[in-house]
């Protein structure tokens, strides 16, 4: 079970991308979230970022990155001088996966199972396709887990052009159609959201900025 049987023509462009992923129900994730995120921001991106899955705010507002995590990225993109208003920005799962603890209103997310990441794929390839970026950015463990396979570790490879793999090495079934040749890396990087649970933000936003600066070079 995946989002297969939910895809537009492979003719569709973003909007009819977007339309049918609203509809989407290749996986459980639809029924307790408030509606679909798809990815959004520049069509014709040079940098496509890859983040987890929508926050508790993204799921309110049906838009990807306007929450906290958001709002850190932005900043850093623009530090690292990259136009935030000139990048594409999107999700691995693209449903809101939370828990509630007892007693209480909050909605505490909760990281995506491999079979959610994996069923929600397709929309994540249609996306490469049609936006068809240089260089991809995985913000955190999850985002380079999907695209380079379980054994990623962020410590370990983030700050560095990663060849791109090419969709099918983590099992795509549907491939892009080539689109994705034209991709030239991977930068991985941390999470936003992990600027905001540091105890010295500094220096963890500083290691962010600098991790997004490369992707700034590789895109000079
Ligand atoms: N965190 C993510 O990974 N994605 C969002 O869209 C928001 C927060």
């Known amino acids: 079970h995946d989002a297969t049987p939910f895809l537009p023509g492979p003719r569709a462009g973003l909007p009819g991308l977007r339309k049918a992923a609203a509809r989407c129900q290749g996986c459980p994730l639809y029924r307790a979230a408030t509606q679909t995120v798809f990815g959004e921001g520049d069509p014709d991106a040079r940098v496509l970022l890859l983040g987890e899955q ?16 958001g709002k850190v990225l932005r900043r850093a993109l623009a530090d690292a001088g990259i136009d935030p208003e000139r990048v594409y920005v999107t999700n691995v799962v693209k449903h ?8 209480r209103k909050r909605r505490i997310h909760k990281a995506p199972t491999l079979r959610e990441m994996t069923a929600c794929r397709p929309w994540l390839e249609a996306e490469l396709r049609v936006v068809s970026p240089e260089v991809i950015v995985a913000l955190g463990g999850t985002a380079g887990k999907a695209l380079l396979g379980p054994g990623f570790r962020v410590t370990e490879q983030r700050g560095a052009l990663l060849p791109w793999p090419g969709l099918d090495e983590t099992g795509d079934a549907a491939g892009t159609g080539g689109a994705d040749k034209a991709i030239s890396g991977l930068v991985a990087t941390i999470h936003p959201s992990a600027v905001l649970r540091a105890d010295d933000r500094t220096a963890v936003y500083d290691g962010l900025v600098a991790d997004l600066r490369l992707v700034a070079d590789v895109l000079a």
Request: glycine share 16%.
């Open 96 to 103: 809101f996966k939370f828990t509630i603890a007892e007693g």
């Open 54 to 69: 929508p926050g508790d705010q993204e799921d309110r507002q049906g838009r990807p990155f306007v929450g906290p995590a």
